[in-house]
């Protein structure tokens, strides 16, 4: 797609042009860990406890994710509004300042990590049965935290230049790469967790390298020039006051699923905690098309809001709203509907099935209206908006569900509270940032974005 086209293109086409291959990518994404938690559940005798196991791990995923998007959704935004302004050489300088930036914390994350593995695997929740299966896949999982980093926070750089394909290919190579060798790892060479941790390195690895070797190229807009590879302590600063809010929302879903596991674990043991890992799976994989709509959506509002194109911000905004309230209603209604099979997807275990299909619609029917909350609080760090955003994403998470979770738990609801909770704040925080947004929008673009 031409750099100009982002400014011209009619909305609705523009729109689902750069944001089928982000949600086609973010779903493929998607199953690195739902790929892994598929084939391990359905490993004879032991699937339950193994799924369980590597489920507790996901937090520590959540926070090296959040330190991508500290870097990788602040600098995209800031990116491609520069290059909404014709400034190509700002936005340049923007990406090798998140490009070092990202190096530097991989590196620092391994070695916290490795340092507390031992006992944050107690802390998120695992029991004397699931805590070897955590430090088996966590040992491996975590060499890996330098490609990870550089997928995830470069990719938004190839989005701001409207490549949504090639955005879309970096996560497909990879995911390919970790669909074909897990059953390799896990079942031909009996290797269980350590084998789905192992695929899952290998194919961050290959996608690590096709996202440097692009924005290296000729190809890209701006360009990584890794002769000079300095941080820009200005640059920086900006970069991660807009990434906060999408680091806070990573952070802080971290931070519940270990309320949630913990929980559980007090209230009903290991069977309980099985279910989380599989909602989150069933939660984490209905937001991947949101999210691959919300990649390409910020980086149209920017280029549009930095070009002073404020009519196109809206119309680009309320495109992707209609498109996104839809689906979070569909998702909702088919998981309400069908919990059983879906459930069925993760395990075959038909005790921890039955256990956790009457709960499924406590958990999930919140939501039906999420879409007002993805693609409001997204826009708004399109428009630049990073104190909004990150107040709309702490009310949601730290304001209304963790308080909830301990509420609802502690009444007769007891673990039908902690499912419940998820359903409440989901609806909540909703409306709430309907509302904030509809009173701001006019403020934002009237205003006008800051010089560069």
């Known amino acids: 797609m031409q750099q100009s086209e982002l400014g011209t293109k009619r909305v609705p086409g523009l729109v689902l042009s750069m944001a089928l291959p982000l949600i086609v990518a973010q779903l493929v994404n998607g199953l690195y860990n739902i790929v892994d938690r598929i084939y391990l559940g359905h490993i004879e005798a032991a699937g339950a406890d193994i799924l369980t196991g590597v489920g507790i791990t996901y937090p520590v995923i959540l926070l090296i994710t959040a330190f991508s998007n500290l870097i990788g959704n602040g600098g995209g935004p800031l990116a491609a509004i520069r290059l909404g302004q014709k400034q190509e050489r700002k936005a340049e300088e923007i990406l090798g300042t998140a490009a070092a930036s990202l190096v530097v914390l991989s590196f620092i994350l391994m070695a916290a990590f490795y340092a507390l593995k031992a006992d944050l695997i107690y802390l998120f929740g695992a029991s004397e049965t699931t805590a070897a299966y955590a430090d088996e896949y966590l040992s491996i999982y975590l060499i890996g935290t330098p490609f990870v980093l550089l997928t995830l926070g470069l990719n938004p750089f190839i989005s701001a230049q409207g490549r949504t394909t090639m955005s879309m290919l970096t996560v497909v190579i990879g995911a390919i790469i970790n669909i074909i060798l897990d059953p390799v790892f896990i079942f031909v060479f009996g290797m269980g967790a350590s084998g789905a941790a192992i695929a899952t390195v290998l194919s961050q690895g290959a996608s690590a390298l096709y996202v440097v070797l692009f924005l290296s190229s000729r190809r890209s807009t701006m360009r990584l020039r890794m002769q000079k590879p300095v941080i820009s302590r200005r640059l920086l600063m900006q970069i991660t006051a807009l990434g906060v809010s999408p680091f806070i929302m990573s952070a802080t879903e971290a931070a519940i699923n270990v309320v949630f596991n913990s929980r559980l674990q007090f209230l009903a043991g290991d069977m309980a905690v099985g279910t989380m890992t599989i909602f989150s799976s069933v939660m984490s994989?209905?937001?991947?098309?949101?999210?691959?709509?919300?990649?390409?959506?910020?980086?149209?509002?920017?280029?549009?809001f930095g070009a002073r194109l404020n009519g196109r911000v809206k119309e680009i905004y309320g495109f992707a709203l209609a498109v996104e309230a839809a689906y979070c209603f569909i998702i909702s209604s088919a998981c309400n509907l069908l919990p059983a099979a879906i459930i069925g997807m993760f395990t075959s275990d038909k005790a921890l099935i039955a256990y956790a299909s009457p709960y499924m619609k406590f958990f999930i029917t919140g939501f039906a209206i999420f879409g007002l909350q993805s693609c409001s609080q997204n826009t708004f760090l399109g428009l630049e908006q990073a104190r909004i955003s990150l107040?709309?994403?702490?009310?949601?998470k730290i304001i209304l569900l963790i308080p909830l979770v301990y509420i609802l738990s502690s009444t007769p609801l007891g673990v039908k509270g902690v499912f419940l909770a998820e359903s409440i704040s989901d609806a909540l925080s909703a409306s709430v940032t309907a509302a904030v947004f509809l009173l701001n929008l006019g403020k934002i673009l009237i205003k006008g974005p800051p010089e560069p």
């Open 285 to 304: 994989f209905a937001m991947m098309p949101l999210m691959g709509m919300n990649q390409a959506v910020t980086p149209l509002v920017s280029y549009n």
């Open 391 to 396: 107040f709309l994403a702490i009310f949601r």
